[in-house]
């Protein structure tokens, strides 16, 4: 029996499957825990690692859900075929509670977002980002690769080394035509956040496509680039854009279950693209992204600043 059909069902913090522990209880039939983590990381919510083990994150990832579920906001999958995504809104029919179990009701929810391709809607809340993925173009002869968002374990911060008034129309027209990247152009833009100069901040992708901004580190890494000429440039980033970028971090820290320290970097810290070990054992930088004038270390500080704000807000 799959769980979300058994009428009995109650999984909550320390339930996990029967296999995983066969002489500790409380114990469930074996797949349950399994089967609602697949569920939920492919819905959006960050459950973790797909072991069996109801844990704190498995936990955080049902309130996530059950919360959403009680509002109206619903966003459909991406598939294959299409970077942007449409947001529809719906009645909503779960009225359980909001508590980190997953009863028959949670479980039913669950089972109608899947039929439906429904997924995690922004969270957006007091702090506004734009979207705009159905706005940019797509290279109509390329398709991009997806992923679940649980495969995410690197935000990278990239910068886009041109003037600033150069935005996120122009990058994507950029990105989706030959360029220095590919002969054939990328699938789409290559960052799945733009920040602008004056902090506004906006969606490119969904982060389930994966975009081509980090070499081999693309299928796990989530692009976020600010609008700023770094080369041959005295002056950082401005304050209100490195905020702006902090607060995008933290917020995507919150949502993907990942922390400033070891999953927030800068692309020159990222081994293969951005630096190299040279035959000294020397680190040898192939790219100063997002500019030398970005301090990383501080970046992560001030990212775990807002992250731990945002916890403790209710
Ligand atoms: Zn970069």
Same mark, same amino acid.
């Given at each position: 029996m799959s769980y979300d059909r058994d009428p009995q069902l109650r999984l909550l913090e320390g339930s996990r499957d029967? $296999?995983?522990? %066969? +002489?500790?209880?409380p114990n469930v039939p074996d797949q349950y825990v399994q089967d609602l983590q697949r569920d939920l990381n492919a819905l959006g919510y960050a459950a973790g690692k797909i072991d069996g083990w109801f844990g704190p994150r498995t936990g955080d990832a049902v309130r996530a859900f059950q919360r959403d579920a009680r509002g109206p906001r619903r966003q459909e999958q991406a598939s294959a075929l299409q970077a942007g995504r449409r947001f529809t809104e719906e009645s909503p029919v779960y009225t359980g509670e909001v508590n980190g179990v997953v009863d028959q009701a949670t479980a039913l929810e669950i089972r109608r977002w899947k039929e439906h391709r429904w997924q995690r809607p922004d969270s957006g809340g007091s702090f506004p980002i734009e979207d705009i993925r159905d706005r940019l173009p797509i290279n109509p002869n390329l398709t991009a690769r997806i992923r679940q %968002? +649980?495969?995410?374990d690197r935000l990278v911060l990239h910068c886009t080394d041109a003037p600033p008034t150069w935005g996120a129309m122009a990058c994507a027209t950029y990105d989706v035509h030959p360029n220095h990247i590919s002969a054939r152009g990328c699938p789409t833009i290559t960052y799945t956040y733009f920040v602008n100069a004056d902090g506004l901040v906006q969606k490119c992708l969904s982060h389930d496509v994966v975009s081509? !901004?980090?070499?081999?580190w693309n299928f796990r890494g989530l692009g976020i680039v600010l609008a700023y000429r770094a080369t041959g440039n005295a002056a950082p980033p401005p304050t209100a854009q490195l905020e702006a970028a902090a607060e995008l971090f933290a917020r995507l820290c919150d949502s993907l279950g990942l922390l400033p320290v070891p999953n927030v970097v800068g !692309?020159?810290?990222? $081994?293969?693209t951005g630096y190299v070990i040279d035959a000294h054992g020397q680190v040898k930088l192939r790219k100063e992204c997002p500019g030398l004038k970005v301090n990383l270390n501080e970046f992560r500080q001030e990212t775990a600043r807002r992250l731990t704000s945002l916890k403790a807000s209710p």
């Open positions: 029967e $296999k995983v522990r %066969p +002489n500790q209880t %968002p +649980n495969h995410i081509w !901004h980090a070499g081999d !692309h020159r810290e990222l $081994k293969g």
